[in-house]
């Protein structure tokens, strides 16, 4: 995933948290990219990912 989120270019800043039992991705990006882009983009390359819910 790293080379998908490092080479997008609306994607200011992330991580993983991988001590969190749900190894929660945190994005900074700019306002022109949205939480279902990039849903999709990291399905589109095979990972699950899902938003969390308070």
């Known amino acids: 995933m790293k080379p998908i989120l490092n080479n997008h270019s609306d994607i200011l800043k992330w991580s993983i948290?991988?001590?969190?039992i749900d190894n929660v991705l945190r994005i900074e990006a700019t306002?022109?990219?949205?939480?279902?882009?990039?849903?999709k983009l990291i399905r589109m390359h095979g990972f699950y990912i899902k938003t969390l819910t308070d």
């Open 31 to 39: 306002n022109t990219v949205t939480e279902d882009t990039i849903i």
């Open 17 to 20: 948290d991988l001590e969190d």
